[in-house]
């Protein structure tokens, strides 16, 4: 998978399974609409149009199936036929199984996803999901030679034109985003420290034109930020905040993603165990997938200002590092006494989300992390969590996720009752709460927020995104799609302001969602 070249085309031309394996993937009702002719070229003559029909008679999904045509060179895959109102009309996630599983070998290879066009986009970004980036086998080295893999839409239902340029450059920049956040969280600490990371940054400010703030080491502690500094001083490679920003002209607002980047975390001197540290690369797979997004969002076209900000830092061990009882002055002026070393994302997102109020003026902020563990207690190995001060904008990240396969559902948003869990005798608050058991996941949010202040005016959302950033080993660059839908009615793409759930297609989304949901029959 990691030398695969993915390629979305309008079509993808005639060609034998002999020649071009085949996988043909869709809803089993939708794949019945489908024309002979619209997908006889990629199949005949070694597949008729009877073994056509009657593999789509034999094929009965619970929740998905499958169908050889021929050999192994030709399959016709179904998704689930129904989903329920907190899953995706797409079915993104059994999408990325079917591709995994499913798609024939071989270096020249076609993928033909036939759905309705409301399910285009979160069904690009769950291919790409099927094809990370990242591996060091000693075998893919010895590849020089990249694969192929066509896909290629077939839409279905009233609007069923095919895609046309602006819309297919919109998923192919889409999936190399995901791609990108995914290669990021896959790549060991050995390979992706902070100096790394910065590296990353700065390749897509060079690709898109924009030079990169970047503050670190010893600057952090000088301007006041307490919190991305205490937490990397003890590692090897240099803690750093680093900002990019899109200022284009006629901007009405002001946009800033703040991401968690956490290249390993330990514990600190609360240090983990030895179940528990392997996969903490993962740990910056909110700034990896807001590196993506930028990179995708910005290249399709962005009206407002939009800046990425990237807090990094590697949670390490060492005689420098954070003590218990230590107490820190983050960015906000507000002190924290440190009571737990491995409750360390929100101390240097606290830093962020106040950058990104005091320097940048920021009307909207989103900060997005692997953040708790509990997340995958509250919300599952699926659904990011969302806390938010605006009971639109959690509506919204809800909507975002099902159009974009990014699933998201609510956290309890109630400051006045959780937020006394950080009482402390010492300091402004603790860094961790005093009982585990009393929603984790929200106080942990609100640790952020109190920052900003709960009066803050402006929109804050906070996306936890601990479990749905990996699948098993493998990172799935998950918060990319979300963060391109939930803002494209910003976004100069016709196919990003069709999936977003804000502004003037707010209804007419939610209206064909409900429609597909209510066509499925809900589980």
């Not at 199984?97 to 979160?122: H, K």
């Not at 494209?488 to 209804?507: C, E, F, I, M, W």
Request: aromatic share 6%; hydrophobic share 40%.
């Amino acid at each position: 998978m990691a030398n695969v070249v993915l390629e979305f085309k309008a079509s993808a031309g005639d060609s034998e399974p002999q020649n071009r394996p085949v996988l043909i993937v869709g809803q089993q009702a939708i794949l019945q609409q489908v024309n002979w002719s619209q997908i006889k070229g990629k199949l005949q003559p070694v597949v008729s149009k009877e073994t056509w029909q009657a593999a789509l008679g034999a094929l009965n999904p619970n929740p998905t199936d499958n169908c050889p045509l021929y050999l192994n060179l030709a399959t016709v895959a179904a998704l689930p036929s129904r989903v329920s109102r907190h899953n995706s009309p797409s079915s993104a996630h059994f999408l990325s199984r079917l591709v995994r599983s499913c798609l024939p070998g071989g270096n020249n290879r076609c993928i033909v996803m036939v759905c309705e066009r409301s399910d285009v986009f979160a069904s690009s970004c769950a291919i790409a999901r099927a094809f990370p980036i990242f591996s060091r086998r000693s075998s893919s080295s010895r590849r020089s030679e990249k694969k192929h893999v066509t896909v290629e839409f077939v839409i279905v239902g009233q609007e069923n034109s095919p895609l046309d340029v602006s819309e297919l450059k919109c998923l192919s920049n889409a999936a190399d985003g995901v791609r990108l956040a995914a290669r990021i969280v896959d790549t060991p600490c050995n390979e992706m420290n902070t100096d790394h990371f910065l590296d990353e940054v700065k390749a897509v400010g060079t690709e898109l034109g924009i030079t990169p703030v970047i503050i670190r080491g010893e600057e952090l502690k000088h301007r006041g930020f307490g919190g991305i500094y205490g937490v990397g001083k003890a590692a090897e490679h240099l803690p750093a905040l680093a900002v990019l920003s899109h200022t284009p002209d006629g901007a009405t607002q002001t946009i800033a993603w703040v991401g968690k980047g956490i290249v390993y975390d330990t514990g600190g001197l609360s240090i983990k165990g030895k179940t528990t540290m392997p996969g903490m690369k993962r740990d910056c797979g909110g700034a990896a997938a807001i590196l993506g997004a930028f990179k995708a969002t910005i290249k399709q076209g962005f009206k407002d200002n939009l800046h990425a900000v990237f807090c990094l830092a590697e949670n390490a061990v060492g005689p420098t590092a954070t003590r218990p009882d230590d107490i820190h002055t983050l960015y906000s002026g507000k002190t924290v006494e440190i009571n737990n070393t491995d409750a360390e994302g929100r101390l240097v997102l606290a830093d962020g989300v106040v950058y990104a109020s005091k320097d940048l003026s920021a009307d909207i902020i989103l900060d997005m992390a692997t953040l708790t563990g509990a997340q995958g207690i509250s919300t599952g190995k699926y659904h990011a969590a969302v806390m938010t001060n605006s009971e639109q904008w959690e509506v919204a990240c809800v909507r975002a996720g099902r159009s974009s396969g990014d699933l998201a559902h609510p956290l309890v948003f109630c400051p006045e009752l959780h937020f006394s869990e950080f009482t402390s005798a010492m300091a402004d608050m603790k860094n961790s709460v005093a009982d585990r058991e009393n929603a984790q996941s929200s106080c942990a949010g609100l640790f952020i927020g109190s920052h900003l202040g709960f009066d803050w005016p402006g929109v804050w959302v906070h996306v936890d995104i601990a479990s749905p950033v990996h699948a098993g080993e493998r990172a799935t660059g998950f918060g990319v799609a979300l963060l391109m839908a939930l803002f494209g009615q910003a976004s100069d793409d016709s196919l990003l302001n069709k999936v977003s759930p804000l502004g003037a297609a707010t209804n007419t989304s939610e209206d064909q969602m409900e429609r597909d949901c209510k066509r499925r029959r809900l589980v």
